[in-house]
């Protein structure tokens, strides 16, 4: 487990050579770019192509969005071709991925008619909308029968025909009370009436006013046909656009590299743009560029010889990174232990100049789903699920990794489910190593002794951090702070654990002392004066140097924020009694589901049903809460417990050159 070594590489080389030695150093990925620092007699060219490569990532960007949402709503016709399988990213050969400009017109024309369908699809749904919009409107005159262009003005009549809500009819019948020649007539009868009132030219302006009152709303139609006639028309019309779009999507559905081949053009603009600016931030002379980066040690040669394939007209130079620069993390672990990158990485990439904390994240992080899970069959579940998932998923990403790790929690779930003896949360074997939280026949249980041996843990967990601390130091060349900020401390908890163990033994579990081994408790308590005079003797000296780095007033203040420091750090170790509390809670649940499964099994044949039901929904609900819990509380006790005693973070993931594709994976 380590961070890399980082070597910075200056190039230079002749300006009609840039996008050659570019490719060139995407291919070896492990090259990451930086803006050089100015120089005498060199400037920078801003690329005026930029823009428009810019503007075509977005369009084929957008293309790529919208054959994935077509293909995604008409799986039924994507499986028809192989388009449905390149939803999610896929594998290409860095030498396919670099021919893409030999393609490039044929690609574009791809994309070029996806952006027609794309229109006509958005034409005919405004059609839809339309279509349909023109249909709610008729339907309060469906009952009417006579067509609309027959409701006109006479020489001597004016004819009002629309539409008014039911409970303004009164108002329109009062009409024809108040003024005889006035015809009133309800010709539909729904939710809005539709009305015909017809009155005489000399009574219009009145009529009209009393119309406006009751909130009577003109008919705006006037089709040679009835209601329900143009109601049947538009549901014609609305099906042949109903046909026209399915028609689309199937032309759309029917091409199965189409997404695949708008993927590719898409990310190799990307490509284009990211190596356009990168461009931007080189220096330039005349006739020639300067660029700088950072490579992995140990890869100088591959680049060198990488851009010598090239071209020979180049210089290239490697230097060791000096105290002011600010170098990418890489990190390299073994294959089980990077699985534990995911979770340093949520809460921050680590620091260049630190200590790579991840073997410890993996180990204290899996204890303690262990000691969460604490279940054989849990496990078996946990590494099934997890395996599987993880396997489906063919790219090493956060995803496929937070499987793994689930699946390595189920492996220390099986190890601590051996030792409580707990098996779907009962006894599978006539021991148990270790006792359980859970009260046995007698009514006796191992709480204290599990508490206790969680605080434990966390004793070791923070003693840890602080053991981290020191290495840090170390490596920034702080001897002082390594040992007066880590080791000193790492002491001080030896020094406790000797001093107290017998003592909080004896209060919590005075029966587990009784019948501890003699040598173990003669050796405590022999301990316990030197433990005594250890923690109290690194406890002055963390807080007599505490302020070291200070001055006046300073260095007593920090003195007594180290003793005070004292509480905090009982506290952090209080907290992962939260081991203990989710331990015993998913065994109590897990017994609980069994004993109300067997209990319903034993009323009988239908219990036989319903009872393992009942076991199994409660286990698979357990399961799903305790992996939930295990992981939010375990993620919790590093980042908050374990890595504010070391941990700087805030690194940079390096992050070569051609790292910003989004939907092909490169594989030489």
């Given at each position: 487990m380590a961070i890399v070594s980082m070597t910075k590489m200056k190039l230079m080389a002749m300006s009609y050579h840039k996008e050659k030695i570019l490719n060139a150093l995407h291919k070896t990925g492990c090259v990451e770019l930086f803006e050089p620092e100015a120089?005498?007699?060199?400037?920078?060219?801003?690329?005026?192509?930029?823009?428009?490569?810019?503007?075509?990532?977005?369009?084929?960007?957008h293309a790529v969005d919208f054959v994935s949402d077509v293909l995604e709503k008409n799986k039924d016709l994507a499986r028809g071709g192989e388009g449905g399988k390149y939803l999610s990213n896929f594998f290409l050969s860095y030498d396919e991925f670099m021919s893409?400009?030999?393609?490039?017109?044929?690609?574009?024309?791809?994309?070029?008619?996806?952006?027609?369908?794309?229109?006509?699809?958005?034409?005919?749904?405004?059609?839809?909308?339309?279509?349909?919009?023109?249909?709610?409107?008729?339907?309060?005159?469906?009952?009417?029968?006579?067509?609309?262009?027959?409701?006109?003005?006479?020489?001597?009549?004016?004819?009002?025909?629309?539409?008014?809500?039911k409970e303004q009819l009164p108002q329109i019948y009062s009409l024809k009370k108040e003024n005889e020649p006035i015809e009133v007539s309800v010709l539909a009868d729904a939710q809005s009436v539709a009305v015909l009132v017809v009155c005489l030219k000399s009574e219009k302006d009145r009529?009209?006013?009393?119309?406006?009152?009751?909130?009577?709303?003109?008919?705006?139609?006037?089709?040679?046909?009835?209601?329900?006639?143009?109601?049947?028309?538009?549901?014609?019309?609305?099906?042949?656009?109903?046909?026209?779009?399915?028609?689309?999507?199937?032309?759309?559905?029917?091409?199965?590299?189409?997404?695949?081949?708008?993927?590719?053009?898409?990310?190799?603009?990307?490509?284009?743009?990211?190596?356009?600016?990168?461009?931007?931030?080189?220096?330039?002379?005349?006739?020639?560029?300067?660029?700088?980066?950072?490579?992995?040690?140990?890869?100088?040669?591959?680049?060198?010889?990488?851009?010598?394939?090239?071209?020979?007209?180049?210089?290239t130079e490697f230097s060791k990174p000096e105290e002011n620069d600010t170098p990418p993390t890489l990190t390299k672990n073994g294959?089980?232990?990077?699985?534990?990158?995911?979770?340093?990485?949520?809460?921050?990439?680590?620091?260049?100049?630190?200590?790579?904390?991840?073997?410890?994240?993996?180990?204290?992080?899996?204890?303690?789903?262990?000691?969460?899970?604490?279940?054989?069959?849990?496990?078996?579940?946990?590494?099934?699920?997890?395996?599987?998932?993880?396997?489906?998923?063919k790219v090493?990403?956060?995803?496929?990794?937070?499987?793994?790790?689930?699946?390595?929690?189920?492996?220390?779930?099986?190890?601590?489910?051996?030792?409580?003896?707990?098996?779907f949360g009962a006894a599978l074997l006539p021991f148990s190593i270790l006792p359980s939280p859970v009260p046995d026949g007698n009514g006796t249980t191992g709480l204290m002794t599990i508490l206790l041996g969680c605080l434990a843990l966390g004793v070791l967990h923070i003693a840890?951090?602080?053991?981290?601390?020191?290495?840090?130091?170390?490596?920034?060349?702080?001897?002082?702070?390594?040992?007066?900020?880590?080791?000193?401390?790492?002491?001080?908890?030896?020094?406790?654990?000797?001093?107290?163990?017998?003592?909080?033994?004896?209060?919590?579990?005075?029966?587990?002392?009784?019948?501890?081994?003699?040598?173990?408790?003669?050796?405590?308590?022999?301990?316990?004066?030197?433990?005594?005079i250890i923690a109290g003797v690194t406890l002055l000296i963390a807080a007599l140097t505490a302020g070291r780095k200070e001055k006046g007033f300073g260095k007593v203040?920090?003195?007594?924020?180290?003793?005070?420091?004292?509480?905090?750090?009982?506290?952090?170790?209080?907290?992962?009694?939260?081991?203990?509390g989710l331990m015993l809670s998913g065994m109590i649940i897990a017994a609980t589901f069994n004993d109300l499964g067997l209990s319903i099994m034993s009323g009988g044949s239908l219990g036989y049903i319903f009872g393992p039901l009942v076991i199994g929904v409660g286990h698979i609900f357990n399961i799903a809460m305790g992996v939930l819990g295990a992981y939010i509380h375990d993620s919790r006790l590093q980042y908050i417990e374990f890595f504010s005693k070391f941990y700087t973070g805030e690194g940079e993931k390096f992050t070569p050159l051609g790292s910003d594709i989004r939907y092909i994976y490169l594989t030489k």
């Open positions: 120089a005498e007699h060199t400037f920078c060219v801003q690329d005026k192509t930029l823009a428009e490569l810019e503007s075509r990532l977005a369009e084929y960007t893409t400009p030999d393609r490039e017109p044929d690609l574009v024309l791809k994309a070029e008619k996806v952006a027609e369908y794309e229109s006509k699809l958005t034409d005919l749904r405004a059609e839809s909308i339309k279509l349909h919009n023109l249909k709610v409107q008729l339907l309060p005159y469906s009952g009417v029968k006579r067509k609309f262009s027959e409701f006109k003005d006479t020489k001597t009549c004016s004819v009002f025909f629309g539409t008014v809500k009529v009209q006013k009393r119309l406006s009152e009751a909130a009577f709303v003109s008919c705006p139609f006037s089709y040679d046909m009835s209601a329900r006639e143009k109601i049947e028309e538009i549901v014609g019309q609305a099906k042949e656009v109903k046909k026209e779009e399915e028609r689309i999507n199937a032309a759309i559905c029917g091409q199965p590299e189409l997404l695949k081949d708008l993927k590719i053009l898409a990310d190799y603009y990307s490509f284009a743009v990211e190596k356009t600016r990168d461009a931007e931030k080189f220096r330039h002379t005349g006739t020639t560029f300067i660029l700088e980066g950072y490579v992995p040690e140990g890869e100088e040669e591959r680049v060198k010889s990488a851009v010598s394939m090239v071209t020979d007209a180049v210089f294959k089980v232990i990077t699985q534990a990158e995911f979770i340093t990485d949520l809460y921050s990439a680590p620091n260049y100049r630190e200590v790579d904390p991840n073997g410890a994240v993996f180990f204290f992080f899996m204890i303690f789903m262990g000691v969460i899970m604490a279940d054989i069959g849990y496990g078996i579940i946990m590494i099934i699920a997890g395996l599987t998932l993880a396997f489906r998923i090493d990403n956060g995803a496929r990794r937070l499987w793994f790790i689930i699946a390595f929690g189920g492996v220390f779930s099986i190890i601590f489910g051996v030792l409580f003896n707990s098996f840890t951090g602080y053991f981290f601390k020191a290495l840090n130091c170390f490596k920034q060349k702080d001897v002082a702070g390594g040992i007066f900020e880590g080791l000193i401390w790492v002491l001080f908890f030896i020094g406790f654990v000797l001093a107290a163990f017998n003592f909080l033994v004896g209060y919590l579990m005075p029966e587990a002392l009784e019948n501890m081994n003699a040598g173990v408790r003669n050796f405590f308590d022999a301990a316990a004066l030197p433990g005594l203040s920090k003195g007594f924020g180290a003793i005070y420091g004292i509480i905090s750090l009982m506290s952090d170790i209080l907290s992962y009694a939260r081991l203990f």
